[in-house]
C-alpha cells in the first residue's frame, strides 16, 4: 500500500531497561517502509546511542531522538526535539514490556514496568504529541493478541494489552478529528523471542496450530496457513491504519 504524499512520522520504540529487542525489530522494518514511502521519519528510543545506530542503517534521513516512556520528562524532551524540526502528521508507538510468568510468581516491578510501556507511556505520548500533529494526521498504538487470547503466564500482557485498545477508543473521541487506533498483529518472529521463552521454535509450532493466516498469492488466490509474522511485514497493517481514507478512529483490531 502506498501513503498519499511526504509526511513526517514518530515511530517510537521507547523502550525501558528490560527490553529484549523485539520492539526495536519492528520499529526499524517500519522505519525503513516508511522512509521508501517518501515519509520524513524520527526514530525514538531510550538509549540514544544505539537508536542512533539504529537511525543510520536505516537512512541518513531518518532522525534519531531519545525517549524513555517511564520517564515523563524524557517524552516532553523528545517532543519538543520533534516540534523543533518541523510538523509531525503520524505518531506510531510499538513499544512492549514482557512481564510474562505464573501471577503466583509475577514481581510488581516488572507489572510496573510493563504498565510503563504500553500503558502510562503512551498516555503521555498523546499528551505531549498529540496538540502538534497536523490535521488528517493520526496516532497508533501496538495492542497485542495476548489481550484477546490470553494463555497461562500471560496475565500481564492480556491486561496491557487490554488495556491499550481501551486507550486507543478514549483517545479517539478526546482527539478528534486526530484519528487514534491500535493493532493487534499477533506473534511476530523478533529478537526478543531468543530469550523470552524456552524454545521459540516450539513456540511458533504451536502459534501456527491454532492461527489461520490468510496469504494472497501470485495467481491470485489465498490459502490458509498458520505462521508467526514478521517484522517487514508490519508495514500494511500500519499504513493502512494511518491512511485517512481507510481507517476510522477509535478501532483496535
Known amino acids: 500500500m502506498q501513503l498519499r504524499g511526504a509526511f513526517d512520522g514518530v515511530v517510537a520504540e521507547g523502550q525501558t531497561r528490560s527490553d529484549r529487542g523485539g520492539s526495536s525489530d519492528i520499529a526499524a522494518a517500519l522505519a525503513t517502509d516508511l522512509l521508501r514511502e517518501g515519509?520524513?521519519?524520527?526514530?525514538?528510543?531510550?538509549?540514544?546511542?544505539?537508536t542512533a545506530v539504529a537511525a543510520k542503517a536505516i537512512?541518513?534521513?531518518?532522525?534519531?531522538?531519545?525517549?524513555?516512556?517511564?520517564?515523563?520528562?524524557?517524552?516532553?524532551a523528545a517532543a519538543d526535539q520533534v516540534r523543533a524540526a518541523g510538523r509531525l502528521?503520524?505518531?506510531?508507538?510499538?513499544?512492549?514490556?514482557?512481564?510474562?510468568?505464573?501471577?503466583?510468581?509475577?514481581?510488581?516491578?516488572?507489572?510496573?514496568?510493563?504498565?510503563?510501556?504500553?500503558?502510562?507511556?503512551?498516555?503521555?505520548?498523546?499528551?505531549h504529541f498529540a496538540p502538534m500533529i497536523a490535521e488528517e494526521g493520526s496516532v497508533l498504538f501496538f495492542s497485542g493478541l495476548g489481550a484477546?487470547?490470553?494463555?497461562?503466564?500471560?496475565?500481564?500482557?492480556?491486561?496491557?494489552?487490554?488495556?491499550?485498545?481501551?486507550?486507543?477508543?478514549?483517545?479517539?473521541?478526546?482527539?478528534?478529528?486526530?484519528?487514534v487506533n491500535a493493532i493487534s498483529p499477533g506473534v511476530i518472529n523478533t529478537s526478543a523471542?531468543?530469550?523470552a521463552v524456552p524454545d521459540?521454535?516450539?513456540l511458533f509450532q504451536r502459534v501456527a496450530a491454532v492461527t489461520p493466516v490468510l496469504e494472497l498469492l501470485p495467481d491470485?488466490?489465498?490459502?490458509?496457513?498458520?505462521?508467526?509474522g514478521i517484522p517487514a511485514r508490519a508495514g500494511g497493517a500500519v499504513f493502512s491504519s494511518i491512511d485517512s481514507t481507510a481507517a476510522p478512529s477509535g478501532g483496535s483490531r
Open 59 to 76: 537512512g541518513d534521513a531518518v532522525r534519531p531522538v531519545a525517549l524513555d516512556l517511564s520517564d515523563e520528562g524524557s517524552i516532553q
Open 89 to 127: 502528521d503520524h505518531l506510531v508507538s510499538v513499544a512492549a514490556e514482557r512481564a510474562s510468568g505464573p501471577v503466583v510468581s509475577v514481581e510488581r516491578r516488572a507489572l510496573l514496568a510493563a504498565f510503563d510501556t504500553k500503558v502510562l507511556g503512551p498516555i503521555l505520548l498523546a499528551k
Open 220 to 228: 491470485g488466490f489465498s490459502r490458509a496457513r498458520g505462521a508467526p
Open 148 to 179: 484477546w487470547r490470553p494463555s497461562p503466564g500471560g496475565v500481564a500482557m492480556a491486561a496491557t494489552n487490554g488495556s491499550v485498545s481501551a486507550l486507543a477508543s478514549a483517545l479517539a473521541v478526546e482527539l478528534a478529528p486526530t484519528r
Open 193 to 195: 523471542w531468543n530469550t
Open 200 to 202: 521459540k521454535h516450539e
Open 39 to 50: 515519509a520524513r521519519v524520527t526514530l525514538a528510543g531510550r538509549d540514544i546511542e544505539k
